[in-house]
């Protein structure tokens, strides 16, 4: 629960004299729906000491900025991608490269493909934070700084699995996606399937969708707030990657990923 005067609203710091009700309100309501996975009216109504009606105008203020993203199945409002992008910059206060490298090198050496440390964008697209070029002769290879669209990407999708699909859908409003080969999923409402079949399973695949000949494997990282923003992602030629090969890169890529949770105090 998030309390007045708690040191978890205010970092220890003491109380203001003359707090002004409706923004004290809204950022505890913000605090509130960053520290849970997700969280009803009711509850936050009940959490706050505020009306559901209130509770409820807050909300939606938060959700209009992006702090906030409501699950249409469920009602129930999570973290939304302002709320990601705040989590993103945190973690960028250490040197997030410097600190997930030797578990990329690690990955892209035992697996013996190149491996992406991927972030996704509120435009839609990943980046490519940094990248290791497996050892093969015949090898995908480094992307550091590129750009690639989340629905046609392993990486990508994993992150945008973790996302509501109504959130899902601001970042990618068009029914129709771009197509980049014939195997890219260009119906939204295909791809909003794909990525509950992504949930189910804990990995994104994506195989000959942005190129022909390029397969991958995404597995979400989480940050020390929870949050799931960054992906690590083994990109491998298609004639190496067959549906036995993927769970198990997925093994070694999810272990890539808790080891870099864990180093960034996860």
Partial sequence: ??????????HGTARPKYPVGSVDSA?????LV?????IRLSDAGRELGIGRSTAHRLMQ?????GFAAQDPRTRAYRPGPALANAGLQLVSSVDLRETARPHLEMLASGVRETVYLQSLRRDGLVICLDSVEGPRSLRVGARTGETMPAHATAGGRVLLAALPDATVEKLLPNSVLPGFTEHTITDRDALLRELTEVRKRGYGVSVGELESDIGGVGVAIRDPMGRTHLAVAVAVPCTRLTD???PVIATAAGECADRISAALGA
Avoid: T
């Fill in 1 to 10: 629960m998030v309390k007045n005067g708690s040191p978890q609203a205010g």
């Fill in 27 to 31: 950022l505890r309501l913000l605090l």
């Fill in 34 to 38: 960053s520290s849970r996975p997700e």
């Fill in 61 to 65: 203020m938060l959700e209009f900025y």
């Fill in 244 to 246: 036995a090969d993927e």
